[in-house]
């Protein structure tokens, strides 16, 4: 089975200032990691994904998020926060050996982040 | 390029009815996927259709229900609705199954009275 922890409700960060956002996953075979942000009454917007190749993936608005095999993490991260980067961020994952069709994503319960200005 | 669409936005509906959700896909998408995103939780998978066929399910009753058409538009379908069924439902696309990326649409609000 395939699960997602995202060990923190709520981060907050000054705007300007570096942010993380923590994840943690578990799979049987290699993981494809994804991160989405959800803004009020809106649907999943992605911001990047890694499948394979180099630990660190550049995507959308600048946020970028780093692989560790060895700790099984997947933190989101952004050198310089925005206030309009506030909004709740989701990490999922799918296993690669979950095959015979059951391609969904499984995610995390959400981190709100809170950019102060 | 148009994104995913879902309609309706919002549904109101009481205990016992039934309600049929709709999601069009990213043009040349040929695979649908449907979330169920409880208040305060990340969504949860309900079932995954490609090329018109259902090819994964997640742990949901079998008072959910899906299809999709041969344009890869599909529905979402719930039966003898329960209270714990309010909740945002999401429809995703992708262009393949395997590791394309998930694009949602804006979700449709289901409030079960």
């Known amino acids: 089975a395939q699960s997602v922890a995202q060990p923190e409700d709520q981060v907050n960060v000054a705007e300007g200032n570096p942010l993380t956002v923590k994840c943690t996953y578990s799979v049987s075979g290699n993981p494809y990691l994804f991160w989405y942000v959800q803004y009020p009454n809106r649907g999943l917007q992605f911001l990047l994904k890694?499948?394979?190749?180099?630990?660190l993936v550049k995507g959308s608005y600048g946020f970028e998020a780093e692989f560790n095999k060895s700790q099984t993490s997947f933190h989101l991260k952004k050198p310089s926060a925005l206030v309009s980067d506030s909004a709740l961020y989701f990490c999922?994952?799918?296993?690669?050996?979950?095959?015979?069709?059951?391609?969904?994503?499984?995610f995390g319960k959400g981190t709100h982040l809170i950019i102060q200005p | 390029d148009a994104g995913v669409t879902q309609s309706p936005t919002h549904l109101i509906k009481t205990r016992g009815q039934h309600v049929t959700l709709r999601c069009s896909p990213i043009s040349g998408h040929k695979s649908v996927s449907w979330y169920q995103q409880v208040l305060g939780q990340g969504p949860q998978f309900i079932f995954q259709?490609?090329?018109?066929?259902?090819?994964g399910r997640g742990n949901f009753p079998d008072r959910f229900s899906a299809r999709q058409f041969p344009n890869y538009s599909s529905e979402l379908n719930v039966n003898a609705l329960l209270l714990g069924d309010s909740a945002l439902y999401l429809c995703a696309s992708r262009e393949d199954r395997g590791t394309d990326t998930q694009y949602f649409g804006p979700g449709t609000r289901l409030t079960v009275l």
């Open positions: 890694y499948i394979t190749g180099d630990n």
């Open positions: 259709y490609y090329e018109k066929e259902e090819r």
């Open positions: 999922a994952v799918r296993d690669s050996l979950s095959g015979g069709g059951a391609d969904g994503l499984t």
